[in-house]
Every structure is written in structure tokens, then in C-alpha cells.
């Protein structure tokens, strides 16, 4: 019988992965107070979004889930509907003008007020908390995971670099770094709990640094933790991808050969408005350092199309660009003008039209090429981590691979959490189709 104390709160986590490790800890935070996760809205004291605000289809996604979900309180005007994250800290106040029956806005470095905020008496006006917290990192917080092989551990919070068409440094505010000893010890603890593959994040997740460690001495102590067989982090910054943090990915087996690794744009004069703090000559170096110490390192990016000022010719140099370093795979965007950045003041020169055909272009040649690169996998034996289910194929496992590619491979006496060799048999530019070489693990 489940205890009266127990409330239930149902979250939907949108954006990153920074908000899926919030989304875990804000269960953390409100564990001590009888709060229970579930997966039905209408189970649920608590309605919470944890929401995105890098791109304004984000936000619309967002304002049109309140609107069904607001029906939960229509109901029983007892549920709580709430929006935590970078959108709630983007337009603060102003949300309670679209969505004037929300009851709470928590930005996020406001979370610790949350289970306080959530214990006001009935009918109270609603309540924000956005303030932004130069110390806050929520390392003595333990986040409630869920099932799974996989862990991601927040790093660092907040970004310092203010690319002129980011919002991430206003909602998320200043760079910080989770105290070394602190990472290590969560990391021990999942280890000893069975989770085999450990992700550090942060918005410049290599800019790590507690005042004595930087990031290359976190992943090689990490690396050193029995029961961790992967590592990996996301998203380095071209500029903070130090020598040392390369040589650490050669010297340890256990760092996953994969790197995102943001370009936006190939065009000096894109790069330059968009204030990135690198050349495209810097970045290609880097490219090239990287593959000739990571023989087998797979390399994905994020690409903006139409930036204030894009022009055809500036458009080419990162379509050529892109044919010639061959991603693994690619995010691209349409530029999404944000209120608050420098770039907006700039308005948009490029028509919405324009921007999709420049889209579309990229991700064509970036489908030809993921596909070509995977398909020349075919016969080779990789080594899958196993996490469950395929998705598509009743019957099948799914994992990943050494280099972050996705494997399905009919099931056998695996386990998820298993490493198995699996020989590839096809492939499309998103998935590796295979057997496993052997019925036990290896
Ligand atoms: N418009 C479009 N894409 C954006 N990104 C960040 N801000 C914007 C914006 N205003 C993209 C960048 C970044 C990724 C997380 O989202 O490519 O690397
Ligand atoms: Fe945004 Fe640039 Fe910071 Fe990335 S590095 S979060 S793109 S401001």
C-alpha cells in the first residue's frame, strides 16, 4: 500500500541532455519530501515541464503542452502545473500573461526552493524563482536515475562564452564546475549500482576546472574507477579542447573514441559575427590532430544555417566543409533569432524559405555521408554495450557501440549492461544491423 505521504509528480523533460540529469535531480530534491516520479499526468499531484528555450519551436512545443495539460487541473484544481528550466527563466514573469494558471516558474538555479515553493497553501499566487546563483552546482544533491547502463553526471553548469546567437549564458548563467572529489565519489557509487557507461555534461563541458583539476584529470581519474567500461562527455568547445584532454582520450581505452564537436559554421566571417573563438584553419587543425592521435574517433557536430549576414558563398564554405571532414552525424538548425542575444538586434537576412533550402541541403550530404561511413562497417565486429530493447524489431537488442552508433542485433542470452561483440551485417547512416559473434558476454 502505497503511504498518504507519497505525492506523485509527472515531468516531461525537453532539450538537452543537461535537462534530462536536471529532470533527475529535481526528483532528487524532492525525494526527501515523499515525492514519487510517475508516467501518467493524471496520476500526478505535480504536473512539471522541464523546458528548452535554445530555439523558438522549443518554446511553441512547450505552450502547446500547457494547454492540454492544463486540463489535469480542470479536473482536480488541486494539481500543481509548474515550468521549470531555460524557457521558465527566459521569460520569467512573463509566462504567467500566456499561462496565467500556471502555479510555478523555477529557473535553474532556483531548484533547491522547489520543494518549499510546493508546500504553500492552496490558492496562493503563483510563484517565481529565477534567480541566478554564481555558486550554485547541486553537487551534494543525489539525483534519482533512471534504469539503465548509462549515467549522466553533470560537470559543470552555466557557459561564459556568449556566442551571439545562444541564450544559454542569460538562462543558465555563469560557467561553474562541480568540485572534483565530489564527481569521483558520484561516479564511484554508480559503479558499485551497476551503471557501466558514465557521461559528463555540461554546455563546455571541457572548460571543466574546480580551481585544481581541469577536465583531462577528471576523465583520467574516472577512468581509473572499476565497473565504468565507457566514458564520455558532451559538449566540448573547439577553443577548450586542450592537448591534454587529447592525450587523456588516447590513453585510456575506456574514453569513448567520440567527440561532438560543435562547428556552426565554416565560413572566418560567420564564425567571427557568431563571436566562437576559433577560425575554421584552427578548427580543421584540431579536426586533424584529434584523428591522427584517435585512429577509429567518431566525430559528430551541430551546424546553423542562416545566421544574420549568411550569404551563398559563406552557406558553401560549410556544405564544403562538411564533405570534406566527414561527421559521423550532424545536428543542423534553421537560426532561430533569441530575445536577449546580441544576434537578435541583428534581425534575420535570411528568408525562412532560404533557410530551409540551405537545411535540407546539408542534410542530404550528411546523410549520404553517415551512410557511406557506416555502411563501410559492414563485416567489421564492433563491441556493443548493451541497453535494452531495440525499438523497432520486437525480439531484437539494441546498444551502442564503441564509437556511439546505435546497434540492433537480434536477442540472445545477453543482458542490458553486457558488452558483446556484434558483427555488423547492414547499416543505414543511422543505425549498425547485427549478430552477436558470440551468445555470452565477452
Ligand atoms: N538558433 C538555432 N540553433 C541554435 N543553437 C543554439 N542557439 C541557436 C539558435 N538561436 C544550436 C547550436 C548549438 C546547439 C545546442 O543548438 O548549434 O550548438
Ligand atoms: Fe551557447 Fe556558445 Fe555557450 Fe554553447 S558555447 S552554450 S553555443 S553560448
Redesign the pocket.
Known amino acids: 500500500m502505497a503511504s498518504p505521504d507519497i505525492r506523485k509528480i509527472y515531468i516531461e523533460t525537453y532539450g ?1 541532455q543537461m535537462n534530462l540529469a536536471d529532470t533527475e535531480l529535481l526528483l532528487g530534491l524532492l525525494k526527501p519530501q515523499g515525492y514519487e516520479p510517475t508516467h501518467d499526468a493524471s496520476q500526478a499531484d505535480v504536473i512539471l515541464l522541464n523546458t528548452c528555450a ?2 523558438e519551436h522549443a518554446e511553441e512545443r512547450v505552450l502547446g503542452r500547457l494547454g492540454v495539460l492544463v486540463r489535469h487541473k480542470a479536473r482536480n484544481p488541486r494539481v500543481l502545473l509548474g515550468l521549470a528550466g531555460c524557457m521558465a527563466q527566459h521569460h520569467r514573469e512573463k509566462l504567467l500573461e500566456q499561462a496565467p494558471f500556471l502555479d510555478f516558474v523555477v529557473g535553474p538555479d532556483a531548484y533547491r526552493t522547489l520543494p518549499a515553493l510546493l508546500t504553500q497553501e492552496e490558492n496562493d499566487a503563483p510563484f517565481v524563482s529565477v534567480r541566478l546563483d554564481r555558486e550554485e552546482t547541486y553537487a551534494d544533491i543525489t539525483p534519482v536515475r533512471g534504469e539503465g547502463v548509462r549515467a549522466w553526471v553533470t560537470a559543470m553548469r552555466g557557459c561564459d562564452r556568449f556566442c551571439t ?3 544559454v549564458p542569460y538562462v543558465r548563467g555563469r560557467e561553474r564546475s562541480v568540485p572534483l572529489a565530489a564527481l569521483l565519489a558520484q561516479v564511484r557509487e554508480l559503479a558499485a549500482h551497476g551503471y557501466k557507461e558514465i557521461v559528463y555534461l555540461g554546455q563546455t563541458v571541457n572548460a571543466y576546472h574546480d580551481g585544481t583539476a581541469d577536465f583531462a584529470d577528471l576523465l583520467r581519474q574516472t577512468a581509473a574507477i572499476e565497473g565504468i567500461e565507457r566514458i564520455r562527455f558532451t ?1 566540448p568547445h573547439p577553443a577548450d579542447m586542450s592537448e591534454r584532454i587529447i592525450e587523456a582520450m588516447a590513453t585510456f581505452p575506456k574514453i569513448a573514441p567520440y567527440l561532438h564537436l ?1 562547428l ?1 559554421s565554416a565560413s572566418n566571417r560567420v564564425l567571427q559575427r557568431m563571436e566562437r573563438g576559433y577560425t575554421i584553419e584552427h578548427y580543421a587543425a584540431l579536426v586533424e590532430r584529434l584523428r591522427a592521435a584517435l585512429p577509429d574517433l567518431a566525430l559528430s557536430t ?3 544555417v542562416g545566421f544574420p549576414g549568411e550569404d551563398e558563398a559563406d552557406f558553401r564554405a560549410t556544405y564544403d566543409f562538411m564533405a570534406q571532414v566527414r561527421y559521423d552525424s550532424a ?1 543542423m ?6 530575445q536577449g ?1 546580441k544576434a537578435y538586434k541583428w534581425g534575420e537576412t535570411v528568408s525562412e524559405e532560404e533557410k530551409g533550402r540551405r537545411l535540407q541541403e546539408i542534410i542530404a550530404l550528411q546523410e549520404r555521408i553517415s551512410r557511406e561511413i557506416n555502411r563501410r562497417l559492414i563485416g567489421q565486429t564492433v563491441e556493443v554495450l548493451v541497453e535494452g530493447p531495440a525499438k523497432r524489431q520486437p525480439g531484437w537488442l539494441a546498444g551502442k557501440s564503441r564509437q556511439f552508433k546505435t546497434v540492433v542485433f537480434p536477442g540472445g542470452q545477453v543482458q542490458p549492461g553486457d558488452l558483446i561483440q556484434v558483427q555488423v551485417r547492414d547499416a543505414t547512416a543511422h543505425t549498425l544491423i547485427g549478430e552477436a559473434r558470440s551468445p555470452m558476454p565477452v
Open positions: 538537452c535554445i530555439r546567437f545562444c541564450i559538449s560543435p556552426q551541430d551546424i546553423i545536428f538548425f534553421k537560426y532561430s533569432p533569441r542575444t
